[in-house]
Structure formats: structure tokens, C-alpha cells
């Protein structure tokens, strides 16, 4: 079993829908939780992390962590075309100093 | 926002030659870089850690001897393969960040294709 699975889709939804991505993991060492967006021939780039279990938001975006299920998701509201891009959850057991464990990443589309 | 470069962007190199790609944060310092791969429908793998002025620090399963990495200044990362192999073709991506953490902006270069005939 891979330490972080991630379903690479592709996942396509209509512009304004709500999009639900997620990551499962099996190390219950993990406590620092981030989600990276990649947009074609780009580098990756942090959205948000979260430390820990519960719920961060910060404008469209809302992470959540249930570390007793092993599984986080990225929500998307109001979804726009320019969110179109590749999702990647990524996990660590420190802050810094140890591996970040990146999932393969999910492809989303929005279409207008 | 910050900018990182990687130079070249991409590469193709015979079997048993080494390589060497640059890594620059162009507007601001970095205290840390990290180098990472991504093989084709892979994640990216964190290859090594690179504090400046001092040695890099290897993830488990990366020899440190192939992937010679340096840091020599608060701008400039190297990371040079060396004796390149078909199997050593992947995508290479450096990150910058002004501390250690993961948790503080990375910002990622574009990343460099390396292809090993």
C-alpha cells in the first residue's frame, strides 16, 4: 500500500459546481497536511495546509483533515475556469526535516 | 510574487555524462531549496534538503554520490547527476523557501526535463 493514494481522475465539472478532492494515507505519524496546485509546464504551488485534524478555509478553498478515517480534501466552491489545474495533497510527519510525501495528483477541469 | 528559475529547462545527454541544473531564487534569499522528481504520472518525490553553506540532506533510497547537490550561495542551488542514465530521465523541480518548513511558501521553478539517451 502506498503511503498516499490520490485518485488522478481526470474530474471535469461545470463552471460554479463544487468540487470535492481527496487524499487517503496510511502513516498515522503524518501531522502537517498541505495541498499544492500545478498548473500545465508550471512548478507546483502551496495553496493551504493544515496542522493536525479539523477544517481550514481560506475563500473559495477548505481544507479538511479526519486523521482517524486517514483521509483529507480540498472543497472548491464556486468553481472557476481558472481552477483548472492539478490538485496535489502532500503530507508530513514534521514541520521540516523530514520527507514530504506527495499524493499523484488529481486533473481538473472547469468548463465554462 | 517570488520567482524561481531552473536552467535548462530541459536537456538530452548520452549515457554516462553528468548534468548539472541550476536552481535560482531570482528576488529574494533562500535559506532552504528542496530538489525534488517526478517520473511520468508519478508523484513528486523529494530527493534532498539543501541549507546554504552546508551539506544537503538525502532522502532515503537517493544516493548522494549521483545526485551531488550544492548550495553555495542564498540564491543558487546546483544539483548535478552525474554518470546519467536512461533510468535518471525524469522531471526535476527545485523549491525555494526562506526557512525550512513546509508549511512556509515554496516557491516551485519550472522544472527541468532530463532526458538520458
Known amino acids: 500500500q502506498k503511503e498516499v493514494e490520490q485518485d488522478p481522475g481526470p474530474l471535469s465539472v461545470p463552471e460554479g459546481a463544487i468540487v470535492s478532492l481527496n487524499c487517503t494515507y496510511s502513516?498515522?505519524?503524518?501531522?502537517?497536511f498541505m495541498w499544492y496546485r500545478q498548473y500545465s509546464r508550471k512548478g507546483p504551488e502551496l495553496l493551504m495546509y493544515?496542522?493536525?485534524?479539523g477544517n481550514k478555509e481560506d475563500g473559495r478553498f477548505t481544507a479538511q483533515v479526519d486523521k482517524s478515517s486517514k483521509y483529507i480534501s480540498l472543497f472548491i466552491r464556486d468553481s472557476q475556469p481558472s481552477d483548472s489545474a492539478t490538485y496535489l495533497c502532500?503530507?508530513?510527519?514534521?514541520?521540516?526535516?523530514?520527507?514530504?510525501?506527495f499524493g499523484k495528483g488529481t486533473t481538473l477541469s472547469v468548463s465554462s | 510574487g517570488a520567482v524561481v528559475s531552473q536552467h535548462p529547462s530541459w536537456v538530452i545527454c548520452k549515457s554516462g555524462t553528468s548534468v548539472k541544473i541550476e536552481c535560482r531564487s531570482l528576488?529574494?534569499?533562500?535559506?532552504?531549496m528542496f530538489w525534488y522528481r517526478q517520473f511520468p504520472k508519478q508523484s513528486l518525490m523529494l530527493m534532498a534538503t539543501?541549507?546554504?553553506?552546508?551539506?544537503?540532506?538525502?532522502e532515503q533510497g537517493v544516493e548522494k554520490d549521483k545526485f551531488l547537490i550544492n548550495h553555495a550561495s542564498l540564491t543558487l542551488s546546483t544539483l548535478t547527476v552525474t554518470s546519467a542514465h536512461p533510468e535518471d530521465s525524469s522531471f526535476y523541480i527545485c523549491?525555494?523557501?526562506?526557512?525550512?518548513?513546509?508549511?512556509?511558501?515554496?516557491?516551485f521553478g519550472p522544472g527541468t526535463r532530463l532526458t538520458v539517451l
Open positions: 523549491s525555494a523557501s526562506t526557512s525550512g518548513s513546509f508549511t512556509d511558501t515554496q516557491y
Open positions: 502513516n498515522s505519524a503524518f501531522q502537517y
Open positions: 493544515t496542522y493536525s485534524s
Open positions: 502532500a503530507m508530513s510527519v514534521n514541520q521540516a526535516g523530514t520527507a514530504l510525501i
Open positions: 528576488d529574494f534569499q533562500a535559506t532552504t
Open positions: 539543501s541549507n546554504e553553506g552546508s551539506k544537503a540532506t538525502y
